[in-house]
């Protein structure tokens, strides 16, 4: 047999993986194997992160380059192999259920406000799309890709949403500055919900919106 490289034992980690793998993981993995074995001696007991990640990179590297049916993308959740997207409808043959239904119009548009101004109430929402959002927003919810983030800190103490992890998953990004010119359109002016002076039940998410960083005129 030859000689063993990081680089393949990763590549047999990630094939075998029923999830996404972060770098930490795959460290922790390499360097427990062998623990019930002391005659086999374990070649990566002492390996770093940074070792890994760089190994990473070179099979994601090489994946292009051999221009194989499989890619390594990073995830928010880790290193995944995935198929080729180009080959999707015939891999798609393999899973008949039935794809769930697209999103919306509405619910697109909803989910954009949300991911760049989060974290943010639904009147904030509401007064950027100049309609009600309840229907919209709790397909959301029960979708996974939006969650409630807490209350804000105003007469009302309206809820506020934020996208989820999933919503990363969904849409193949590591993090909230990989969507597309994410600090420009933070910073553009969007309405807010008129704050009337006086105090809304408490509990009331449908009240006056805080004033975030994320929903302040800029």
């Not at 993308?73 to 198929?83: F, H, P, R, T």
């Not at 229907?135 to 105003?154: D, F, M, S, T």
């Not at 998953?169 to 990989?178: G, S, V, Y």
């Amino acid at each position: 047999m030859g000689d063993i490289s990081l680089v393949r034992v990763i590549e047999a980690l990630l094939f075998s993986a029923q999830k996404p793998l972060s770098a930490k993981e795959i460290v922790d993995l390499l360097r427990g194997a062998g623990a019930e074995d002391e005659l086999s001696p374990n070649e990566f007991a002492h390996v770093r992160e940074a070792e890994v990640a760089a190994a990473l990179e070179q099979l994601k590297a090489e994946y292009i380059e051999q221009q194989r049916a499989f890619q390594l993308i990073e995830k928010a959740d880790g290193w995944q192999l995935v198929s080729d997207p180009q080959y999707a409808k015939w891999v798609r043959q393999l899973f008949p259920a039935p794809r769930p239904a697209r999103l919306s119009a509405p619910a697109l548009e909803t989910l954009a406000i949300i991911a760049y101004r989060q974290p943010i109430t639904r009147a904030d929402v509401e007064a950027v799309r100049g309609v009600t959002i309840d229907g919209v927003l709790q397909n959301l919810l029960e979708r996974g890709l939006v969650k409630i983030a807490g209350r804000a800190e105003i007469p009302g103490r309206p809820l506020l949403y934020e996208t989820t992890e999933f919503f990363l998953d969904h849409f193949a990004l590591r993090n909230l500055d990989e969507l597309p010119n994410v600090e420009e359109l933070r910073k553009r002016y969007l309405p807010t919900a008129p704050r009337p002076a006086a105090a809304t039940a408490a509990g009331d998410d449908r009240g006056p919106a805080s004033t975030t960083p994320a929903t302040a005129a800029e």
